[in-house]
């Protein structure tokens, strides 16, 4: 599934808009389960001034910036239909450092403080 994310510092954008501070080099979202790929595409959204990057239901994703893990992301989703060659999913929730910061509407996406 497809999550949107948000990384602020203060309520200040810390990607997009004249004080952005973070170069989009230095940020990583990756994981340890050998299911999937070790690092996990991002997409900058600069008209939803937003990063995007699509995570699996079940393995831990982590956050990084300059090479620090900082955060970890886990989503829950939920099968909603079945069809001939694929199956649909909903988000049921994201968690955030063991914490669930969405449980509906998930697809709007999420703030993170750094």
């Known amino acids: 599934m497809e999550v949107n994310l948000r990384l602020t510092r203060n309520n200040q954008d810390a990607l997009f808009g004249p004080d952005a501070f973070l170069n989009?080099?230095?940020?990583?979202i990756t994981t340890d389960d050998d299911r999937y790929p070790m690092e996990t595409f991002i997409n900058y959204r600069d008209n939803t001034q937003m990063m995007s990057a699509y995570l699996?239901?079940?393995?831990?994703?982590?956050?990084?910036?300059?090479?620090?893990?900082?955060?970890?992301?886990?989503?829950?989703?939920?099968?909603?239909s079945r069809k001939g060659?694929?199956?649909?999913?909903?988000?049921?929730g994201i968690i955030l450092n063991g914490e669930t910061v969405c449980s509906k509407n998930c697809e709007e996406g999420i703030e993170i403080e750094i």
């Open 85 to 92: 060659c694929c199956d649909d999913y909903d988000f049921t």
């Open 56 to 80: 699996h239901d079940g393995p831990i994703y982590f956050l990084e910036i300059n090479g620090a893990r900082i955060d970890t992301i886990e989503i829950t989703t939920e099968l909603v």
């Open 24 to 28: 989009r080099d230095s940020i990583r």
